[in-house]
DNA sequence: TATTTATATGTGTATTTTCACATATGTTCA
DNA sequence: TGAACATATGTGAAAATACACATATAAATA
């Protein structure tokens, strides 16, 4: 469902192929959304199917033709009336290494340990790229009326993935802690 | 897949019904997880015929007879190699709430400001019923260490929901800062 | 010369997740 | 007495998502 907004509200920015849309997902939404390129397409078809959306193809010389998509005003009611609807579903977080973490009494603190560094680790390069992306997109912090959003979710993003980094810290001392004690408790 | 090793975990810590793990999803893995309770028996119907769990059906007098899950061998050695494995991926966000952030610029900043509050007053909503848990079950930040995941887990969702706070409110003045100067500018 | 990378769009299938609905029993509250 | 709520487990169907694979062109790299 909200996946078609998310392609709505990308359209609303500039027209866009099935390619570019995947691209732009995998660049700026990667603060808060994610979706396979194969669902994309099939989405996108069927919008264009119910009116929301229209496509043009457009041939190229050097690469494969491509079929171009713009917003119709259809879609942008649609998505008009999705934004100010009343009902705020409260988010709810589905997270794989969270789910580990949740059973580290299952296994050595040392393992523990590793994980949670590889973790920071990797949450350290998702930050530095946010970082990088931010700095090119909104230079000395200024920003366009028309990216509020984009400025709004992604220092959201950079905020998450700071918020991570600490907790990874703050795990691994409770982690070396309990280690201490082990000793002598367990 | 995942939601077959969070089953495969909350059985690690007892034997229980498929009512019993509904509960638990919504109440302490609330802070990295959810599933639907008609997920939850398909799975455990699954998980039996696989022999990583067995079950046994409970005659009660005053309610509904229950269908008591236990973990079994295979199952542990399961969640065991799934915990040891080394790959790590990355985490997606994927947020109603902030797709329509990322679209404010379409709506007046009034009706942005006015969301952010709502979304707020649910995060802190949300963050006082964690405290709330955290108080009950690790009073002065004691914990066993079997309960070891649950601490850290339960810390990361507090700390998930302090960050939303704080960045709602970064965003709200950012709004209105961008309101202000709304008037000579756009 | 062969592989990889980038451009570009898909199909078929499987899995995951949600939604609407169904069925029981007993308690509490208006 | 009737409604709502808590206990308890599911089915059927739809929607959302992911996975493997397919196709085609051209540039860059090894």
Redesign the pocket.
Known sequence: ???KYALLGLLTKNEA???ELNQQFKETMIHFW??????I??QL?KMEEEGLVSSQVVH?V???D??VYRLEDKGYEMLLQWLFSKEILPSTL?DDLLLRVSLFQLIPADEAIAFLERAKEQHMFGLGLMEKWRDSHFPEGEFNQEDLGEYLTSEFGQRYMQHWIEWCDWAIQVIKRTKEKGSDVK
């Not at 994610?34 to 669902?39: D, I, K």
């Open positions: 469902m909200a996946l192929t099935g390619y994610s979706a396979h390129h194969t669902q397409y099939r078809v190229q050097d690469y494969p491509k079929k589905k």
